[in-house]
């Protein structure tokens, strides 16, 4: 049995998937934090939050490593730790400089770095030779003009250090542009309280769908677990609206999706991560969107499990404890798993009163799992993947129609709004976007439905 310091952590499903991960593992852990209620206010009804499964709740300033490292260190001498983790992407340089600072596995802190910040990624990416999108970096407004006039319209403005979609626009001229640069500037301070960097990436907008690559990267070898299709909507946001695994490709483009996201891997100098590496799949072949150096969000992690036996979350502690993870495919029974997202449109805003359609939905012999949002919960038209109602995960038992059905049952629930008079309420339908080409999983309440 070991002994991991959690530091930080997403609270939605990474915070559930990775406390019991730990515990099927016969593993105990340590929580580090340097705030307590932002994990209190987000627990589920009816039980404790899953990170107070810990055996120690540790405070310490965690966005300053001039103050973590060395009290990391002192804690170690007194506790113990095997290995360090962390599901927050925020967080996952640090921990890797607190294992290098602790002696213990893990990954190059200057690789995940390098993988976190999108505009040192562009640039190794591009070094190596890996595809890409054309592309260029702007410190200020004057600079992102002229860049957007040399790439030419339409474009995709990036924040370098922000998840979740967040402020990620497409832009069609010089007027979008320079509103989704106010954007930028009106957010110098993210979620965690972490000063954001004033780098702006700008980017030629890519077409074709959009896939991820699931990795298991240990021992100087990257292990293709899978690869997974994702609809994207929202626009002139890029908000994920579903994933399918595996995706309905043909195997030589799902290679091709493969052998480019393990170039971009060994790019970075990743290893010993768990990796979910989104591309786009072009008309010129196969595009790095981005490498994410830890396990996928958005609940793909248990689309992967429930079709090939594979735990991610799981592989996420092996390679962390500097063990080679059990990626073995099993037999399910399960051909293709897929999950489609409540989205709130641009009409939809106000306090939640509840959802039409939900007992039908229950039903269905489709769904393994149905989540949405509590009633009271103020909604607003959704700008990322931070804003999601809820979510109908499906399996299929014989071929790739878990996503059609998917997003049918997402399609037929509807969500009911107080009205404007603060009496009953008002329906409106918040469906999935159609089909096209991976948190910040939110919503409060899950219920899983035995398959």
Not at 78 to 95: A, R, W
Not at 98 to 112: F, I
Not at 243 to 260: G, I, R
Request: net charge negative; charged share 20%.
């Amino acid at each position: 049995m070991a002994h991991l310091l959690v530091i930080e952590s997403w609270v939605g499903s990474m915070s559930r998937l990775l406390p019991r991960a730990l515990g099927e593992g016969g593993h105990r852990f340590t929580f580090l934090t340097r705030d307590l209620h932002h994990y209190l206010r987000s627990a589920p009804a009816g039980g404790p939050h899953p990170l107070l499964a810990a055996e120690n709740v540790l405070t310490a300033d965690t966005n300053d490593p001039d103050t973590l490292l060395p009290y990391a260190e002192r804690m170690h001498a007194v506790l113990g730790f095997d290995g360090v983790l962390s599901s927050c992407d925020y967080y996952l340089p640090t921990v890797a400089r607190v294992a290098r600072r602790l002696g213990l596995p893990g990954p190059a802190p200057e690789a995940v770095t390098a993988a976190c910040r999108k505009d040192l990624a562009r640039q190794a990416l591009a070094g190596a030779g890996v595809p890409g999108p054309a592309y260029a970096l702007c410190t200020d407004r004057e600079q992102a003009v002229a860049a957007a006039r040399a790439l030419g319209f339409p474009l995709v403005v990036k924040p370098v250090d922000l998840c979740a979609g967040m402020l990620v626009r497409a832009v069609a001229d010089e007027r979008e542009l320079a509103s989704a640069l106010q954007a930028l500037e009106e957010f110098p301070v993210n979620a965690r309280g972490q000063r954001r960097a004033s780098v702006v990436l700008l980017e030629e907008l890519l077409t074709g769908p959009e896939v991820s690559v699931e990795t298991v990267s240990a021992g100087g070898t990257a292990h293709v677990v899978g690869v997974t299709d994702k609809s994207v909507g929202g626009a002139p946001a890029f908000i994920e609206t579903g994933h399918m695994f595996p995706a309905a490709l043909d195997p030589v483009e799902a290679a091709s999706a493969a052998d480019t996201a393990v170039a971009a891997l060994a790019a970075l100098g990743l290893d010993q991560v768990v990796a979910h590496t989104e591309i786009k799949l072009t008309p010129a072949g196969p595009r790095v969107v981005e490498v994410n150096p830890r396990p996928a969000g958005n609940r793909i992690t248990e689309l992967v499990r429930r079709v090939t036996g594979v735990d991610l979350a799981a592989a996420a502690v092996d390679v962390a404890l500097g063990r080679r993870p059990d990626l073995a495919v099993r037999a399910t029974g399960v051909a293709s798993a897929a999950i489609a997202f409540l989205v709130p449109d641009g009409e939809e805003a106000g306090p939640l009163v509840g959802f039409d359609g939900e007992a039908a939905v229950r039903r269905d012999p489709a769904v393994v799992e149905l989540a949405l949002a509590e009633p009271g919960r103020e909604v607003r038209p959704a700008t990322s993947n931070n804003e999601y109602l809820g979510h109908v995960m499906t399996a299929d038992a014989v071929g790739a129609g878990a996503r059609r059905v998917a997003e049918q049952l997402v399609g037929g629930l509807a969500a009911r709004f107080e009205s404007a008079a603060g009496g009953g309420g008002s329906d409106a339908t918040a469906a999935a976007a159609p089909a096209a080409a991976p948190a910040a999983d939110r919503p409060d309440r899950a219920t899983a439905v035995p398959a």
